[in-house]
C-alpha cells in the first residue's frame, strides 16, 4: 500500500492570530499545506490524512477538496479534548490540546499503512518527501522508525533567535537521544550558537534538528497509547503540559522498543510562529516558484 501523509493541523495558532493553517502565502494563496501535499503526492504518497478540532472540519474541507478531488484520497480526524476512548472517566480541564503525540493516536482508527507525521505550517521540500516515502516503502518495520534530520543552519531565523531539538545520533545513523535547546542563532554570519545560563556555546552548523517529521507504521498507536494514559494522568493538574512525539521516541529508544533512523536532508526548512513570518515565508515561497521549483498555479 502507498504511505499516507499525517498533517497535524489542530492547534490553536495562538500566536500567530488566526489560523494559519488555511492561510495563503504561495502567489494564488496556495497554503503551506498545499505545497506539502504537492510534493507527498509527486514522492508517491496515496493519502492525506488531516488531524484538526472538530469545529474546523468545514472550513478544510471548503478549502481543500475541490483543489484535491482526484488527486490524492483525503481523510479527516479530531483532536478531542474527551479522554473516555483512553479510558479517563473525570474530565480534565484543558484550555489546548493535548500535544502532537496525542493528536497521532486521533488518526488510529484511519490509518493502517505505514505513514509520516509533519506540521501544518511548516514547509519541509520535496526531498524530505521522497526520503520518507524511500523509508515507508522499504525499510520500515514495527521496530524500525525515522524522522527526517535537518541541518540546523538551514533552520534558522536571520530576525532572531529560535528554540531547536538537537539530534545526538549513533554511528549507525541512528536517534540516540534529542537535546532541546533555546535561543539558537547565527553568530558572526554563517556560525551557530546556542546560550544556556548566560554562556554562549558553539553548534556545529550541520548538526541534525528535528523539525517534525516522522516515519511510523501504525504499531505507534499501541505503544504510545498506554504512555499517553500515563503522562494524562500525571498532568491533570498542569493544563499547559503537552504529551509530545520525542517524548514517545525517547521512550521507546531507551527501552530498546524501537530504533528511529536519522534521515539526512539538505532541504531548507521554514515555517510560521507569528505573524512577521509571513512576508519572510512568502517571499520564500515566491523564489522556488520563480526558479521553477513550483508552478505558478499549484494545482492547474
Known amino acids: 500500500m502507498k504511505p499516507t501523509l499525517l498533517i497535524l493541523a489542530a492547534g490553536m495558532a495562538s500566536r500567530y492570530g488566526s489560523m494559519k493553517q488555511t492561510d495563503g502565502f504561495g502567489p494564488n494563496g496556495e497554503t503551506i499545506i498545499d505545497y506539502s501535499i504537492f510534493d507527498a503526492i509527486k514522492a508517491g504518497f496515496g493519502k492525506v490524512v488531516f488531524i484538526i478540532r472538530e469545529e474546523f472540519a468545514d472550513n478544510?474541507?471548503?478549502?481543500?477538496?475541490?483543489?484535491?478531488?482526484?488527486?490524492?484520497?483525503?481523510?479527516?480526524?479530531?483532536?478531542?479534548f474527551d479522554l473516555k476512548p483512553f479510558g479517563i472517566e473525570e474530565k480534565i480541564e484543558r484550555a489546548k490540546p493535548w500535544g502532537t503525540a496525542h493528536a497521532v493516536l486521533a488518526a488510529k482508527d484511519a490509518v493502517k499503512e505505514p505513514f509520516c507525521v509533519i506540521n501544518a505550517d511548516d514547509f519541509y521540500g520535496y526531498e524530505a518527501y521522497q526520503k520518507m516515502y524511500d523509508f515507508l516503502t522499504t525499510e520500515v518495520q514495527d521496530d524500525r522508525f525515522s524522522m527526517i534530520g535537518y541541518q540546523i543552519n538551514n533552520t534558522l531565523s536571520e530576525h532572531g533567535s529560535v528554540s531547536r531539538g538537537v539530534c545526538i545520533v549513533s554511528k549507525d545513523g541512528n536517534l540516540a537521544d534529542i537535546q532541546e535547546r533555546t535561543n539558537v542563532y547565527f553568530k558572526n554570519g554563517s556560525k551557530v550558537a546556542f546560550e544556556e545560563a548566560g554562556q554562549e556555546f558553539d553548534?556545529?552548523?550541520?548538526?541534525?534538528?528535528?523539525?517534525?517529521?516522522?516515519?511510523?507504521?501504525?504499531?505507534?498507536?499501541?505503544?504510545?497509547?498506554?504512555?499517553?494514559?500515563?503522562?494524562?494522568?500525571?498532568n491533570k493538574e498542569n493544563p499547559k503540559s503537552e504529551f509530545f512525539i520525542p517524548l514517545v521516541a525517547e521512550q521507546l529508544i531507551k527501552n530498546n522498543v524501537a530504533t528511529f533512523k536519522v534521515i539526512p536532508t539538505q532541504n531548507k526548512w521554514f515555517g510560521v510562529t507569528y505573524k512577521e513570518d509571513k512576508p519572510i515565508v512568502q517571499a520564500s515561497i515566491d523564489e522556488l516558484v520563480q526558479t521553477g521549483v513550483y508552478p505558478t498555479n499549484l494545482w492547474q
Open 60 to 80: 478544510f474541507k471548503a478549502i481543500f477538496e475541490p483543489k484535491l478531488q482526484g488527486k490524492i484520497e483525503t481523510d479527516y480526524v479530531f483532536q478531542s
Open 203 to 234: 553548534l556545529d552548523p550541520e548538526s541534525r534538528v528535528s523539525m517534525n517529521f516522522w516515519g511510523f507504521t501504525p504499531k505507534i498507536f499501541e505503544l504510545s497509547k498506554d504512555m499517553f494514559v500515563k503522562f494524562a494522568l500525571a
